[in-house]
């Protein structure tokens, strides 16, 4: 067994791309990339396979290397590491000198001649490649190597600031300085790479991804995939499409197995990613090994239901093994979590005071009721409570609801285009405004900031079997629902996801999830 069958995490598995094979396989002519339909980056299923010509074996084309922007990209990530590393040892030389009552500018920005060694232990730590393996780019897995990095290197900081001044009269640093930079550095380096990123994706074309695999959980990649501005789904490659999803908003079908290479030139593609293909599994590896180095490769594991990317992967004698992670909900954890949605939510409240008053004024000016309305819910326990929101419907919404349909799957009512809505309340659901208020709901206990989202009692009470435990934990502000896709997931994946939280919680994916909600809310993903 080589290395290349590797898994690493969820939500795709990546496998790290083994050295390239003898094997020569036919190479047709390079096209452009596919440009992103509009409205969708998916477009209309087609029945006709992407062939590629055949060339003789002594035309074929070698395999291609690593291009020039994987290279670029590292530069990037080492260039951003050290801009946040450089500000963490100025901001740490200037604090200590303001306690020492000593004030020296020159000698403070004189200490950035060392950010190349916090930049050398980040690199031991893998922080650089590791990041180029994943599918969708976030910092937030790296933060606890960076965490391990700084500390790390503000002892390597010490001993060769001591050894370069003491020889070659080189900047001194302290170790509060030293302690200083490792806490900003922590701060100012995810920081610094996101701006990278935001910066890089704005300036550069998608990345192409192609979809091993045309059933149920292609699809659902695909429809994951299709809300990351950054990546383009170019198709799906299966020896035997399923009908039974060829449907318009799904991916268009390119080819078989056999034609994988070909289609990954001529789409020049950046990512495959497997989704239970119905291919040969010794044939489909045989394939996958065969692509170019560049090419990187992601695998949904089968029982992905019951895995959550708390799940590790131990080496059982050269045979992956992923373990499903237990909850690791105890009276410490419980604590700490009470105490970050107090703390939240009080500094949330007078942080966002000026947004409520602004908010306020504009629902009642807009429209004739009260500014916030207030639902009984379903809360921890099954036991009710009274939620609040700023009011987005006008005042008769309930005796309007019987004239329309629900346009989501389940129990749960959701209308994309509700009349009932207001021009202001349209406003605060697109960016979740609206949810503010239940602040009120956090510091009461009722709520947590992060959770599975609170349903009305009809709607809760068709919730049972193993899906019921989404009530052992209070519901939250934000959740995987909110990450995930919000209200244009199905319902069914709704209760998975709220049973994956609760089955398999943790601080830190608390802190993930509320990592991600901003950006989500600004794409306006599902919100309605």
């Given at each position: 067994?080589?290395s290349?069958?590797?898994i690493?995490?969820?939500?795709?598995?990546?496998?790290?791309?083994?050295?390239?094979?003898?094997?020569?396989?036919?190479?047709?002519?390079?096209?452009?990339?596919?440009?992103?339909?509009?409205?969708?980056?998916?477009?209309?299923?087609?029945?006709?396979?992407?062939?590629?010509?055949?060339?003789?074996?002594?035309?074929?084309?070698?395999?291609?290397?690593?291009?020039?922007?994987?290279?670029?990209?590292?530069?990037?990530?080492?260039?951003?590491?050290?801009?946040?590393?450089?500000?963490?040892?100025?901001?740490?030389?200037?604090?200590?000198?303001?306690?020492?009552?000593?004030?020296?500018?020159?000698?403070?920005?004189?200490?950035?001649?060392?950010?190349?060694?916090?930049?050398?232990?980040?690199?031991?730590?893998?922080?650089?490649h590791?990041?180029?393996?994943?599918?969708?780019?976030?910092?937030?897995?790296?933060?606890?190597?960076?965490?391990?990095?700084?500390?790390?290197?503000s002892?390597?900081?010490?001993?060769?600031?001591?050894?370069?001044?003491?020889?070659?009269?080189?900047?001194?640093?302290?170790?509060?300085?030293?302690?200083?930079?490792?806490?900003?550095?922590?701060?100012?380096?995810?920081?610094?790479?996101?701006?990278?990123?935001?910066i890089?994706?704005?300036?550069?074309?998608?990345?192409?991804?192609?979809?091993?695999?045309?059933?149920?959980?292609?699809?659902?990649?695909?429809?994951?995939?299709?809300?990351?501005?950054?990546?383009?789904?170019?198709?799906c490659v299966?020896?035997?499409?399923?009908?039974?999803?060829?449907?318009?908003?799904?991916?268009?079908?390119?080819?078989?197995?056999?034609?994988?290479?070909?289609?990954v030139?001529?789409?020049?593609?950046?990512?495959?990613?497997?989704?239970?293909?119905?291919?040969?599994?010794?044939?489909?590896?045989?394939?996958?090994?065969?692509?170019?180095?560049?090419?990187?490769?992601?695998?949904?594991?089968?029982?992905?239901?019951?895995?959550?990317?708390?799940?590790?992967?131990?080496?059982?004698?050269?045979?992956?093994?992923?373990?499903?992670?237990?909850?690791?909900?105890?009276?410490?954890?419980?604590?700490?979590?009470?105490?970050?949605?107090?703390?939240?939510?009080?500094?949330?409240?007078?942080?966002?005071?000026?947004?409520?008053?602004?908010?306020?004024?504009?629902?009642?000016?807009?429209?004739?009721?009260?500014?916030?309305?207030?639902?009984?819910?379903?809360?921890r326990?099954?036991?009710?409570?009274?939620?609040?929101?700023?009011?987005?419907?006008?005042?008769?919404?309930?005796?309007?609801?019987?004239?329309?349909?629900?346009?989501?799957?389940?129990?749960?009512?959701?209308?994309?285009?509700?009349?009932?809505?207001?021009?202001?309340?349209?406003?605060?659901?697109?960016?979740?405004?609206?949810?503010?208020?239940?602040?009120?709901?956090?510091?009461?206990?009722?709520?947590?900031l992060?959770?599975?989202?609170?349903?009305?009692?009809?709607?809760?009470?068709?919730?049972?079997?193993?899906?019921?435990?989404?009530?052992?934990?209070?519901?939250?502000?934000?959740?995987?629902?909110?990450?995930?896709?919000?209200?244009?997931?199905?319902?069914?994946?709704?209760r998975?996801?709220?049973y994956?939280?609760?089955?398999?919680?943790?601080?830190?994916?608390?802190?993930?999830?509320?990592?991600?909600?901003?950006?989500?809310?600004?794409?306006?993903?599902?919100?309605?």
């Amino acid at each position: 067994m080589t290395s290349r069958r590797w898994i690493e995490a969820l939500p795709g598995v990546d496998l790290v791309p083994t050295a390239a094979s003898t094997t020569t396989t036919p190479v047709p002519k390079k096209a452009n990339k596919l440009p992103r339909p509009g409205g969708t980056s998916q477009v209309k299923l087609v029945r006709k396979a992407a062939k590629s010509p055949q060339q003789p074996e002594s035309s074929r084309s070698p395999k291609s290397t690593p291009p020039t922007t994987r290279t670029s990209a590292v530069s990037l990530l080492m260039a951003a590491d050290s801009a946040g590393v450089a500000l963490a040892l100025v901001v740490g030389q200037i604090v200590d000198q303001h306690l020492r009552s000593v004030h020296n500018l020159t000698g403070a920005f004189a200490s950035i001649c060392y950010a190349p060694l916090f930049v050398l232990v980040l690199g031991v730590y893998g922080l650089y490649h590791r990041a180029q393996r994943r599918l969708v780019s976030s910092s937030f897995p790296d933060i606890g190597r960076i965490v391990h990095g700084m500390a790390a290197g503000s002892l390597v900081l010490l001993f060769a600031s001591g050894g370069l001044h003491r020889w070659l009269h080189g900047p001194s640093v302290d170790r509060t300085t030293a302690a200083l930079a490792a806490v900003v550095g922590v701060i100012t380096i995810p920081i610094f790479r996101r701006a990278v990123s935001v910066i890089v994706n704005a300036s550069s074309s998608d990345s192409n991804v192609l979809i091993l695999g045309s059933g149920q959980v292609a699809e659902m990649v695909s429809s994951r995939l299709a809300h990351i501005d950054e990546l383009h789904v170019v198709g799906c490659v299966d020896d035997s499409p399923d009908d039974r999803y060829n449907r318009s908003d799904a991916s268009p079908w390119l080819g078989p197995l056999s034609n994988l290479a070909a289609i990954v030139e001529r789409f020049d593609v950046d990512h495959v990613v497997v989704a239970f293909s119905a291919s040969n599994e010794a044939g489909m590896a045989a394939h996958l090994r065969d692509l170019p180095d560049r090419v990187r490769i992601s695998v949904v594991p089968r029982m992905f239901d019951l895995l959550t990317i708390r799940s590790n992967v131990d080496d059982l004698r050269g045979l992956p093994v992923i373990d499903v992670a237990p909850a690791a909900l105890g009276f410490v954890d419980r604590f700490v979590k009470r105490a970050i949605d107090l703390i939240g939510a009080g500094v949330g409240l007078i942080v966002l005071s000026p947004v409520l008053i602004a908010i306020a004024v504009a629902i009642k000016v807009s429209s004739p009721g009260p500014i916030l309305f207030s639902q009984t819910r379903a809360g921890r326990g099954g036991k009710p409570f009274r939620i609040h929101k700023f009011r987005t419907m006008y005042v008769d919404a309930e005796h309007r609801k019987a004239g329309l349909a629900s346009e989501v799957d389940g129990p749960l009512f959701k209308v994309r285009e509700d009349p009932r809505v207001t021009s202001v309340g349209r406003l605060l659901r697109k960016s979740s405004l609206d949810e503010i208020p239940q602040l009120l709901n956090v510091i009461a206990g009722q709520m947590s900031l992060v959770g599975p989202r609170p349903f009305v009692l009809n709607e809760s009470g068709q919730i049972e079997g193993w899906a019921a435990r989404r009530f052992d934990v209070r519901p939250g502000m934000t959740g995987l629902w909110q990450t995930s896709g919000r209200n244009d997931l199905p319902f069914e994946e709704l209760r998975r996801l709220d049973y994956l939280y609760v089955a398999s919680w943790s601080l830190w994916w608390d802190l993930s999830i509320l990592w991600h909600t901003p950006s989500r809310v600004l794409r306006h993903d599902g919100a309605y």
